[in-house]
């Protein structure tokens, strides 16, 4: 590292800097793997794993210039809201017991406390946007594809995007640039074709500078405290100030979304999560009878994953099972294309890489279209940050309606970037504001994002 950071300050006294994180120090979660450091997924099972090679977006970075301040913790696997669910120990938010947010609590904190000037983060159904909430960091999930994930421990593959924490919208769009771009080793990745295809209709676009701000009647949950829904107001307001006009919409999946992520995602990772036995990956624990059946693989898992993975594994195992894949499995990805329409629905723009007609809208549409909305902007989470010690008193299930308002983008693959707004607490100065935007429209969710910056209570 200090090595990288000389040679960082050489190519800046010459004036041949790389890139605008050149020199920057920039931490990265620890379900990525890095060839100088362990990739642990802050799991048991994985305590002595270091990767034989770079994730891509680890290698984009330092082919940029960037210097790897270090791996952050996180929840076991990405699983859980709170980075509360670790082997190495619960994450601590800045100045005090109160939850960090999850997964990807670890990046945010180390962007909160300047120990790096951005950092990345996973987002599964909110792993990189709740913790920016509860942080007062930006935090931004990019559409999903355009980022790659080899390299990328996975937890549900449909779902899974790499993104970015930073101090500031600038910060995360200069690292969001750095790591976006085709990987030929990530069958997920968009081709150079449909990156194509989303910048002509992103071109061909008829905006003035008045943009449609939609306001979504379902994000305003009975669980929604007050000050985030002050300073979910005080965002629209300043919107309008500036001149954009707010629309309420309707996008009535919502309300099944959160039921469905939460079949969807454990579902995967009982299917991810099966390499992980002791002789593929894995710390061995207990004998050494390598036998699917045997002792070795129900002994390695048993000591190496923690309570949460293990409730996840099982539950998704069950609803891929014969007797409930019907009523659960198949059920979940009926709703995730409902909730995909409802946005399709509401955006002027039309999904890119699906045909206009599919998303209701006729082919005149979505250039412009005097109809649909621009962006959305919702609260991130429903409540400020909770204390750690009332996490230990509450249910699982109560955990897991920290992402009610995050889940739905994910289903849908659209960006969405949560930025803080003040509200001038005693226990939080600001709540996390979210802006979501149509598939592929990336930029203009960070432009309305850099709009909500220094907004204050």
Known sequence: MLRAAEEADLRRDLGKQRSAVDGRFIAVKDNICTTDAPT????????RYTSP?????VRRLRDAGAVLAGKTNLDEFGMGSHSTNSHSGAVRNVGGELSAGGSSGGSAVAVATSQCHAALGTDTGGSIRLPAAYTGTVGFKPSYGLVSRW????????????????????????LFDVINGHDSLDPTSLAPSSRSRIADVLSRRKRGGTLRIGVPMEYNIAELGAPVKHAWLRALQHLESLK???????????????SAYYVLAPAEASSNLARFDGVRYGTRAGHEDAAPSGPL???????????????????????????????????????????AEDFDRVFGLYHPLRSSSSAGKSEG??????EG?????????PTLPPTLASLREQSPLAAYTADALTAPASLAGLPAASVPVGIGGATASSAGVQVLGQFGDDALVL????LLEGVDG
Do not use: W
């Open 373 to 381: 909305v621009d962006v959305l902007v919702s609260p991130t989470a």
């Open 53 to 57: 090679y770079d994730a891509t977006v």
């Open 151 to 174: 390299g990328v421990v996975a937890y549900a593959n449909s779902l899974d995007t790499v993104g970015v924490l930073a101090r500031d919208v600038r910060s995360a769009r200069e």
């Open 40 to 47: 642990t997924c802050a799991s048991r099972i994985l305590d």
């Open 447 to 450: 432009d309305v994002a850099a």
């Open 365 to 370: 549409e979505g250039e412009g279209d005097d």
């Open 244 to 258: 954009h006009t707010l629309h309420a919409v309707s996008l009535p999946s919502t309300r099944h979304a959160l």
């Open 297 to 339: 693989y129900a002994a390695t898992r048993a000591a190496g994953l923690g309570d949460e993975v293990k409730r996840r594994v099982l539950l998704g195992a069950y609803s891929l099972s014969a007797a409930a894949r019907d009523n659960y499995f198949l059920q979940a990805q009926r709703v995730r294309r409902l909730v």
